[in-house]
Every structure is written in C-alpha cells, then in structure tokens.
C-alpha cells in the first residue's frame, strides 16, 4: 500500500505501513484510525480511501462504508474491489436492490470478472429472480469453474435450492 515515491521514513510511510500491518492483523479500529489520518491530511488517498472502506466493512459499518467506495468509484469506475465490496455493504443495510444495481454496474464495468457475475446471481437469487441468477450464475461459472462448487454451499442460493437449472448447474462433474 505504501507509495515508493514518498520519502523513506516520511509520516505517510510511516503511517501507510502502520495502517497495512494492522489490517493484516485483522485490528480493524487500528487499522481504520491510521487510514483516517493519511485520508485527512491528504497523504496517498486512494490507498487510504480503499483501506477506510474495508475497515469499516469488516468492522460492520456498512453504511459508512458506502460513501467511501462510492467516493473510489467516481475516481475509478473499474475498480471491481470497490464494486463488490460497495454490493456487501448494500445489502447488509438492507437495500437489496442498490447490491444489485452495484453488481450490475461492476459487470458492465469489468465483463471479465466473474466475481460480479457470481455476487449478481447471489444478489438475484436472493431478490427471487431465478432464471436470471441462474443465467448469472452459469455465466461466473464459464469464466472461473470453482464458482460451481462455491455455489453449492453458498447460503445465497438457498431459495433456488429446488431449482433444476440450478441443480443441474452445480451438480458435481463426474
């Protein structure tokens, strides 16, 4: 995360490799008030705009998170990181419709990631539409085969448990 352009031993190093090693600790409040600093004294914003927003995800403030991924994807609107991590945290707020609209966004952006087309079947699945989370799902699955097996335990599909395509989508290879 820290930039090698800013001198050794500088206070945005300093505070940069503070804030990295903390969130490798999993020390979210530590992390996040390190990532706060560097963001208000203006020292290497996009890393401390990412590392604000994954701290307060992984803190479960979503809803302050929301705004700071927003603020990344204006400046990067390809940013598939932002894009999911901005589809979590709206539906754990509740607004199941915007995760979808943020997922439908991320695969538009970056039709390459099957990440998106995997979290849009999630989100779909979960909003009762089926046939498109299956098409969703079929499509993460082409691009990255591991999905298959993820998808049988995710917890997201539960509602399309007794769904042919989806059984037959998911259903172990011989």
Known sequence: MA????????????????AEGYF????????????????????????????????????????EAIPV???????????SGAWVGLGWCRKRTGRLDLAVAAMESLVAACP???????????YL???????????????????????RRLAREESDFDPLRSDPAFRKLTEEEA
Request: charged letters at 30%.
């Open 69 to 79: 991924y927003e603020r990344i994807l204006a400046d990067r609107p390809a940013d």
């Open 112 to 122: 390459g990631e099957p990440i998106g087309s995997y979290n849009l079947a999630c």
């Open 24 to 63: 490798e600790l999993e020390l979210w409040p530590e992390a996040l008030a390190r990532a706060e600093a560097l963001d208000r004294e203006g020292l290497i914003p996009e890393a401390a705009g990412r590392l604000r927003a994954e701290c307060l995800r992984n803190l479960g403030r979503f809803a």
């Open 125 to 147: 699945s979960l909003a009762g539409e089926p046939e498109r989370a299956v098409q969703c799902l079929e499509r993460a699955i082409a691009m990255a085969p591991d999905f």
């Open 3 to 18: 930039d090698s352009t800013l001198p050794p031993g500088g206070k945005a190093e300093r505070l940069a490799r503070e």
